[in-house]
C-alpha cells in the first residue's frame, strides 16, 4: 500500500506513476491466442474438441458438447429457496434498470423537406464468454444476458470451460433466469473463436461479451470488427472517498471488496484525515485477515492498494477521481453530490454512506460491466445499446433534391467524384 | 462483373459466396503497424520527425508542425462562394440531425426506494485522421469533427499527413468551419499513434475516429483499448434495389458512384426484370468511359460488381439484403417502405427514386461514416454517441438498503465474496 499527502513536494509524480500504472499482463498472449483463433477458423470442431482435451481435460464427444436448456431449468429449481429469491430480485431488477435504455427510433421530414430517421434493431445472435472455476459467477452471467435479451436479441449463445467436465450449477441456474438459448462446454480463446468464426456444431453470432482470463479477452480483441465486442477489460477497481464521520469498519470493507476480486485489482481511499485513514488501514487489516479470500485481498491491498491525504475532500477530490478515471468510485459525505457534480470520468458512482459498491455488482440494477484501466474516459458500462445498431435513412422527393441536390453536386465534383455528381445530376433534370 | 439469377440451381453457392469474400487487404501489415505504434509510444516526437521525413518527404521541424487555425480560416474565407455555401449547407444539415442524437441522462427513484440514474459527458479530447492526397475529403472531415463538437468536446485534434508538405486547402476550410483546435501535420500509424500515446509535443486524445488507408486502419485496430475508436472500416459498398421503372441512367450512376471510390469498391444490383439489367449494364459501360476515375470505377464494377435478377423484388431482396448487410442500399421503387420494412442489417437506407446515395454523403445530414464489410449486422454510423460515454449512478438510504441489500449478501457468499458481503452487512446491523 502506498500512502500520499497531497501537500507532500513529489505528490503530483507519485499520483502520475499511479494514474499511468497499467496493472494488466505483460505476458505475450497475443501470438498463443492468434494461433488459436487461427487453428478454430479453418479447422473448426476439430480444433474445438483438441483444445478442450488438452485445457479443460475431458472429451466434448463423452461430455457432451451443449448442456441443455432443461439441465439449466433443472438447476434453477434446485436452488435453496432464498437463494433463488435473490437470484430472481437481482434479475428483476437489472431488467427495470435496462428495459429503460432502449433507444427510441427517429422519423421526421425537416423544412427542406428531407426525410431523415434513425432505426434501432437488435443483433440476429449474441454470444457470452462465462469463465468457469473461481470466477464463474451468476451475477455476472445475469448482467450479461439480460441486457441481450432486453434488446431483442433472438439467439443467445453461452460458451464456457467445463474442467474436467464438471458445470457450476449456480451459472447454469442464471442461465435458465435469463433466457439463455444455447449452453456450449468449450472455453478460453477457443470457445470466442467458435462463437466468432463458427464451426459445424455452433453457428456464429455477430456480438459478444462476458469476462474472462487474459487469453479471453486477448482474443475478443484480435476479434474486434469480426464480430462486435463489449470492451477490452483489465483488473477492477474502486476509488473511496469519505469524509472521517464514516465508519472505518464500513470504508475497510469496501476497498476490501474490490481487492478479493484478484491480485491486480486496486482499491484506493481519498480522504481528508490522516488520522481516520490510519484507523481505516488498521481495520482493513483486522478485517482481512478473517476472509476467505484473504491472501488475494492481501497482495491487491499491498501491491496497488493506495489511500491519498488531501487538504480539502470537495476541492481536489473530483480532480484526481477524474485523472484516475475509475471503474467504481464511492462517495461517502453527506453531500456526496457536491463532489458527483465535478466528476466527469467514472465508470459508475455510489452516492452517500449507505451505498457500498458491492449492491452495484448484484441488485441495484445498473450493468457492473464497467470500463476499467482508465477506460472510463472514452468508455461505458455494458448496455442494450451494445447489443443492437442504428440503420440510418434518408428520402427525397423531386422537390427536396431540387433545394439540397446541388450542393452535393458542388462538393462531389471539388473531391474528384464524378460520378456521384452525375448521380445527383440526372435527377435534377 | 457477376450476374446471378436466383432461380439457378447454384444461386445459393454464389450468393454465399459474394457475401463472404472479404476485399480487405490480406496483406500483413500488422507486424508493420506494430513496430511504428511501439516506436512513437517509446522514443515520441523523434520517431514522429523521422517517419514523416521517410514516408511524406518533408521536415517537420522546417515545415512546421501545426497548421495554424488562422491559416485554415484563410482558406475558408477564400473558397469560392458557391462552394462555401455548398459547405455551409452540408455543416448546418450534419450539425442539425446530430444535434437529434444527443442522449438524455437518468435520474429516478425506484418503488424500493432506490435512486438510479446515468449521466452522460462528453470525452475531454477527441482526434481525427484525415488522409491526404486524393482521398482528404472535406466532407469526411465535417462527418467526423461536426459530431464530435456537438457531443461536447472540448478539443479536437486532427491529424493529416502532408506529402513533401503540401497542403489541401479544402480540408483546412473544413477544418476552420467545422471548429476543429488542432491540426498537426502527421499522418499514418505514427499520427495515429501520436494521438493514442500523446508526444512532448502532441497531447493525447480519448477517442480517434477517421478513414485512412490500411495502415491507419490497422494502427486504429492496435489501439482500441488504449482510446476508443470508431470501427474498423473496410472498401465501401452499394446495395441498390430497383424495378424496372427506373431511369438506367440514374441506376447505373448509383452504382459508379460507389465503384469509383476504390478498386475494392463493391456495387451490387438487385432487379426483378432481366431486361433492364442489362439495360443498366450497358448504361454503366457508357457512363463510365466518361468518367474521370474511370479506371477505378472500371476496376471495381468488373471485380466486384454484381447483378443479381429475382423473381420478386418485395418477397427476395430483403433478406439477401439482410445476408450482406451493406453499409448503402438503396431502395428505387413506389413503395419502398414494403422492403424497408423487412430490413433488419444496413448501414443508411435510402429511400425512393429521388434519393442518390450520393446525397447521404454530403448533404442529407446523417452521418456518411458507415459499417462496411457486413458490419452493418453488429455497427453503427458514426454517431455522437462515439464521442460520449454513460456513468450510471446509484444512490441508497437505509431503508432502501434494508430492501434490497440482503439479496446481495446472499449472492455475494455464493460467489464466495466475503468482502462484499461484508460491505453490505455492515451496513444492515
Redesign the interface.
Known amino acids: 500500500m502506498q500512502l500520499l499527502r497531497s501537500t507532500d513536494p513529489d505528490f503530483a509524480a507519485r499520483f502520475a506513476r499511479i494514474v499511468n500504472d497499467r496493472r494488466e499482463s505483460d505476458a505475450d498472449v497475443s501470438r498463443v491466442v492468434g494461433d488459436i483463433l487461427a487453428r478454430v477458423r479453418i479447422e473448426g470442431d476439430g480444433a474445438l474438441r483438441d483444445l478442450t482435451a488438452r485445457f479443460d481435460k475431458h472429451d466434448l464427444d463423452n461430455s457432451g458438447w451443449q448442456i441443455s436448456l432443461k439441465d439449466c431449468k433443472a438447476a434453477y429449481k434446485a436452488l435453496d429457496k432464498?437463494?433463488r429469491?435473490?437470484?430472481d430480485?437481482?434479475a428483476e431488477?437489472i431488467r427495470?434498470?435496462h428495459e429503460?435504455?432502449l433507444p427510441v427510433d427517429?422519423d421526421h421530414v425537416?423544412e427542406?423537406g428531407?426525410?431523415?430517421g434513425?432505426k434501432w434493431?437488435a443483433?440476429?445472435a449474441a454470444g457470452l464468454y462465462v469463465p468457469g472455476g473461481?470466477a464463474a459467477?451468476?451475477?455476472s452471467l445475469l448482467m450479461n444476458a439480460i441486457p441481450a435479451k432486453v434488446a431483442g436479441v433472438e439467439r443467445l449463445a453461452v460458451v464456457t470451460p467445463t474442467p474436467l467436465g464438471e458445470v457450476n450449477p449456480?451459472v447454469l441456474a442464471a442461465a435458465h433466469l435469463a433466457g439463455v438459448d444455447e449452453v456450449w462446454r468449450v472455453g478460453g480463446a477457443q470457445g470466442v473463436a467458435a462463437l466468432a468464426y463458427g464451426t459445424a456444431t455452433i453457428k456464429p453470432v455477430?456480438?459478444i461479451t462476458g469476462p474472462g482470463n487474459a487469453f479471453v479477452a486477448e482474443a475478443k480483441?484480435q476479434l474486434?470488427?469480426v464480430?462486435?465486442i463489449d470492451?477490452?477489460a483489465g483488473p477492477s477497481e474502486i476509488l473511496v472517498i469519505a469524509d472521517n464521520r464514516n465508519?472505518p469498519?464500513?470504508i475497510a470493507?469496501?476497498l476490501?471488496?474490490q481487492?478479493?476480486?484478484d491480485p491486480s485489482a486496486q482499491s484506493i481511499l481519498i480522504t481528508d484525515d490522516a488520522a481516520f485513514a490510519a484507523v481505516v488501514e488498521d481495520a482493513l487489516d483486522v478485517?482481512?485477515a478473517d476472509?476467505?479470500?484473504n491472501r488475494v485481498?492481501r497482495e491487491s491491498w499491498d501491491d496497488f492498494g493506495v489511500i491519498i491525504v488531501v487538504q480539502d475532500l470537495a476541492k481536489e477530490a473530483p480532480a484526481l477521481a477524474n485523472r484516475l478515471a475509475a471503474e467504481h468510485v464511492e462517495i461517502a459525505t453527506d453531500d456526496?453530490e457536491a463532489i458527483?457534480a465535478q466528476?466527469?470520468?467514472?465508470?459508475?458512482?455510489?452516492?452517500?454512506?449507505?451505498?457500498?459498491?458491492?449492491?452495484?455488482?448484484?441488485?441495484?440494477?445498473?450493468?457492473h460491466v464497467?470500463?476499467t484501466g482508465r477506460?472510463?474516459?472514452?468508455?461505458?458500462?455494458l448496455?442494450v445499446?451494445d447489443f443492437m445498431?442504428?440503420?440510418?435513412?434518408?428520402?427525397?422527393?423531386?422537390a427536396?433534391?431540387a433545394r439540397?441536390?446541388?450542393?452535393?453536386v458542388?462538393?462531389?465534383h471539388?473531391?474528384?467524384?464524378?460520378?456521384?455528381?452525375?448521380?445527383?445530376e440526372?435527377?435534377l433534370k
Request: aromatic residues 8%; positive net charge.
Open positions: 432464498d437463494l429469491k435473490a437470484l430480485l437481482a431488477r427495470a434498470y429503460g435504455q427517429r425537416d427542406a428531407v426525410r431523415l434513425a434493431r443483433v440476429d473461481r459467477y451468476p451475477s449456480l455477430d456480438v480483441r474486434f470488427g464480430v462486435g470492451m477490452v465508519d469498519d464500513w470493507a469496501d476490501l471488496s481487492a478479493e476480486h478485517t482481512c476472509l476467505s479470500t485481498a456526496p458527483f466528476i466527469r470520468h467514472a465508470g459508475s458512482v455510489f452516492l452517500g454512506r449507505h451505498t457500498p459498491e458491492a449492491v452495484g455488482d448484484y441488485v441495484a440494477g445498473p450493468n464497467l470500463p477506460r472510463a474516459r472514452f468508455a461505458s458500462g448496455s445499446l445498431k442504428r440503420t440510418s435513412f434518408i428520402q427525397l422527393d423531386e427536396a433534391l439540397i441536390g446541388p450542393a452535393a458542388a462538393l462531389a471539388v473531391e474528384g467524384l464524378p460520378a456521384h455528381a452525375k448521380s445527383v440526372l435527377r
